[in-house]
């Protein structure tokens, strides 16, 4: 796995504002003590809801955790009530921004255009889409990347067209596993992000790119997957800070030479988390 894993954790709206404040006081515990984010091998990136944001960012600056948000308008300013733009996302500190998801998708009717806009308002101002794409039901592996791959090309087909540089994060989610007792079968996974993963790296304006998994996300996938993910993006098991502490444990594992096992004797990190 070429440079970082990625583990990201978006809260959605599931923690009210104090209890968020909590959960990211015990993740940035973690991560300070933590090896597989404090020698780099982590790019660690949390996404609280809008009203956390400046609380959590202050909560875990120096820890090396990043922080990231769960959408963003299309637009940077304007007369637009109830919209957030990047410019005032990337103020406070955020360095990654959630587009595509599935239920934004689903339920707000958000339409390949309108990602494409939202991946463009990210790029111009610094920040690094989280892309989620996927394909709504069950099919063949090959047939899913086909699917991953139509819908990352519609996502940066605007950034393309004004010659803008395009990193993405790839967060390949396929919609039937969201939320599911268990995430897409381990070969169905390794099959769809390699294929996405050998069309990104044949992408010069996407140059840097990385292709993570998230749907059901847990302890122990990370390990399962190998080399055919940059990493996961986490929703509910990342509740738990534990669980998160248990997969930065499988990251450092897997990034280190000779998979060397992490220090667990480090001050403040959790010795035995549960897989």
């Known amino acids: 796995m070429p440079g970082p894993t990625f583990l990201g954790v978006s809260l959605k709206m599931y923690l009210g504002y104090q209890h968020t404040l909590r959960w990211a006081e015990q993740v940035a515990a973690i991560a300070g003590a933590h090896p597989a984010v404090q020698d780099g091998l982590t790019d ?8 956390a944001l ?5 909560v875990v600056a120096g820890t090396g955790v990043q922080v990231g948000a769960q959408n963003l308008s299309s637009y940077d300013q304007g007369a637009l009530t109830g919209e957030v733009g990047a410019p005032m996302l990337a103020e406070i500190g955020c360095r990654y921004a959630e587009v595509g998801h599935a ?4 339920l707000f009717g958000e339409t390949d255009a309108v990602v494409a806009e939202k991946t463009l308002a990210a790029l111009r101002n610094g920040l690094t889409p989280v892309l989620c794409v996927g394909e709504p039901a069950r099919t063949t ?16 087909v605007l950034a393309a067209a004004q010659s803008v540089p395009a990193p993405l994060v790839v967060a390949y989610e396929p919609h039937w596993a969201i939320g599911a007792a268990q995430p897409a079968p381990t070969e169905y996974i390794q099959q769809v992000c390699r294929e996405v993963g050998n069309w990104l790296a044949q992408q010069s304006a996407m140059n840097g790119s990385r292709i993570i998994y998230g749907g059901s996300a847990g302890p122990g996938l990370l390990t399962r997957l190998g080399d055919a993910v940059d990493g996961l993006f986490l929703g509910r098991f990342a509740h738990n800070p534990a669980a998160i502490a248990s997969i930065l444990d499988e990251a450092a594992v897997f990034a280190r ?11 403040g990190h959790p010795v035995g988390a549960t897989r």
């Not at 660690?44 to 009203?51: D, E, G, T």
């Open 257 to 267: 030479p000779n998979h060397l096992q992490p220090d667990h004797t480090q001050p």
């Open 54 to 58: 400046p609380a959590v960012y202050g």
């Open 103 to 106: 239920e934004r998708r689903g």
């Open 44 to 51: 660690l990136v949390v996404l609280p809801s809008f009203p």
């Open 141 to 156: 592996p090959t047939d899913a990347a086909r699917t991953c791959i139509r819908q990352t090309a519609a996502a940066v």
